[in-house]
């Protein structure tokens, strides 16, 4: 005896339909059903062959159409043939539509388009995690963007800011008596970008973050001779990198992060 077959017919991949097939397929103790994938339809003979080919079998069809003129012209057509057909998304679009009076797109394959957009902010995420603070030198060749500055500049605030826009970012500090890993000197300049803050400013940054901490704002973190010290050694490292930098002294990370979106159209 053949085995019972489901079809699966769908303007886009069709994986909603086959999941659905599937969950109503693990109901019967006879699970051992064919699903038959149709994806990607774009005119309606093919719709019809598919309803011709399903009646050949004794199949039912199970659907997601987002074209209302495909849904209509399968229904119709199954009806004809005597071919059980289930619209599966239709009537939830439509019941959407009336309630809260928005048109739908109608547009194939958006839910891949926001599936592909999420999964490339969590990689880019993870990448800021993995490449943060100069972990990893390793992944100033990788990323997007390399995000330059001494302590207390905003780059990870900054590097998971731009995560959320899919764009890898590594982050390296710059301290006088650690030599710059020597990746940064060979990447393309153009992806670097020197984050710059006056010396008063970091000083009450750096003197904030002790007491914070419960330390005391005299230590050697926060001592404008040592500040300028690394902001002076900042600088040539910048220089001889001849990246972009941007002045962070009075700036928001959102406002910061829009800077460095601009610098990237412009690239």
Known sequence: MEKPIVYVVSDSVGETAELVAKASISQFNNSHFEIQRIPYIEDKQTLKDAVLQAKEKGALIGFTLVKRDFRQYLLEVAKEHDVPAI????PMIDEMEKLYKTE?????GL???????YFKRVEAIEFAVKY???RDPRGILKADIVLIGVSRTSKTPLSQYLAH??????????????????????????KCIGLEITAEKLNDIRKERLKALGLDDQATYANMK??????????QVVD?????????????????ANTILHLIKQR
């Open 87 to 90: 619209d599966i998304i239709g």
């Open 165 to 190: 826009k899919r764009l890898k970012v590594a982050n390296v500090p710059i301290v006088p008596e650690v030599d710059p890993p020597e990746e940064l000197f060979t990447v393309d300049p153009a």
């Open 132 to 134: 943060d603070d100069g």
């Open 226 to 235: 040592r500040i300028e010290q690394e902001l002076s050694h900042f600088e």
């Open 104 to 108: 739908p797109k109608l547009e194939p």
């Open 240 to 256: 001889r990198i001849n990246c972009k930098v941007i002045d962070v002294s009075n700036k928001a990370v959102e406002e910061t």
């Open 111 to 117: 839910v891949h388009k926001l599936d592909e957009d």
